[in-house]
């Protein structure tokens, strides 16, 4: 009898072990056990805000105001138009494609401290949009503590190099306004200038006063197209559709006309009066105590002064000790240009033969 019952109790013994070995081995719990791992020490919780800021600190960076397919922006239509940051459509949201923009514009400077560009907007230049609270008082894009840089009147030997070296140096961009005259004698510098990323509009050719009573509407014209040519003919690429009035006198027929050209007009929020200052800190007390007082703006200056030059690296210290925030301004659309004034300004830069005579022919040492 105790023999009978030691067997079964073995036997029973013997399928729950069989049972207990296919459940831990083979059953599906099996398949959502971990893996094996290297232990490590658990991470520590983040605090409730920083973790908050983490996922948003690199999307804020850029605005993105694009749309992605099957998914409708919230940002409501303006003439500021979408971010020049296209989503993929392998992203999952505008946050992730602001994401990736913001790690290649960190990517690509060496200072982790630059002030750097906050965010970038794409223009939609249709009909010849105002910029600028001087002058132009309906777009108003700029959230508090941002800015836009601008400089007139280059490019210009020494001068232009030393603005772009201040820029490079805190990875921030600008919008440039040079003359057409300017533009011809120092192409490779206005090349400088674009190669580095930064936006290049147009100044007229000459720097005439298209608001004066004897600039006549054709005459207004050829400086505005001839300027825009000039340009083009520099850098070897189609400039973009943005355009500022020398001394910002606006005509209305000039307006009328950049406006059928679809050209965006820059006057300023905030002029530097750079060409009047005595000295580069001058400079930099004037924008600064403007700009704090006004609390954001599009900023006049002119890459052509040399004092605004040697301000320049003072003056990109203070907006970032400020806490102020560079936003850059791209055109949506390169400008075309019209081929009857590339054409006359390739004609009208035509160089004399050049001489076939042999260098010791013509220049010969007489004394040393």
């Known amino acids: 009898m105790r023999s009978a019952l030691g067997v079964m109790l073995a036997s029973a013994v013997s399928v729950f072990v069989i049972v207990a070995v296919w459940f831990w081995t083979y059953s599906p719990r099996a398949v959502l056990a971990a893996p094996d791992s290297v232990s490590a020490r658990l991470a520590e919780r983040l605090p409730a805000a920083a973790s908050a800021k983490s996922t948003r600190a690199l999307a804020d960076e850029v605005e993105v105001t694009g749309t992605i397919a099957a998914r ?16 993929s459509a392998a992203l999952a949201s505008p946050a992730l494609a602001a994401a990736a923009a913001a ?30 609270f001087e002058h132009f008082k309906q777009l108003d894009f700029l959230a508090d503590k941002e800015v836009v840089l601008t400089f007139d009147d280059g490019p210009w030997p020494s001068n232009t190099p030393a603005v772009l070296k201040a820029l490079a140096d805190e990875c921030t961009k600008a919008v440039f306004f040079p003359i057409g005259k300017h533009a011809t004698y120092h192409p490779e510098i206005l090349r400088q200038v674009a190669a580095a990323g930064h936006t290049v509009g147009a100044h007229t050719w000459s720097h005439a006063n298209l608001n004066s009573k004897k600039m006549t509407e054709q005459q207004a014209k050829d400086e505005v197209e001839k300027g825009f040519s000039a340009v083009k003919l520099a850098l070897g690429a189609a400039p973009s559709p943005f355009f500022r009035f020398p001394q910002l006198q606006h005509g209305p027929a000039a307006m009328a006309y950049l406006g059928s050209r679809n050209i965006a007009v820059f006057s300023c929020d905030l002029d530097s009066f750079d060409f009047r200052a005595k000295d580069a800190a001058q400079i930099v007390n004037t924008v600064m105590t403007k700009l704090d007082k006004q609390g954001k703006g599009i900023i006049l200056m002119h890459d052509f002064q040399k004092h605004t030059a040697e301000a320049l690296p003072t003056l990109l210290g203070r907006l970032k000790a400020g806490g102020y925030k560079v936003v850059q301004m791209r055109a949506k659309a390169p400008l075309q240009t019209l081929a009857e004034y590339d054409e006359g300004l390739v004609k009208d830069m035509k160089l004399p033969t050049v001489s076939t005579r042999a260098l010791s022919n013509v220049v010969q040492t007489v004394a040393q």
């Open 72 to 87: 409708p922006s919230t940002v409501a239509p303006s003439t500021v138009a979408s971010s020049t940051v296209r989503p």
């Open 103 to 132: 790690l290649q514009m960190k990517a690509a400077c060496a200072n982790a401290d630059a002030l750097g560009v906050s965010r970038v907007v794409e223009i939609d230049t249709t009909g010849g949009p105002g910029f600028g």
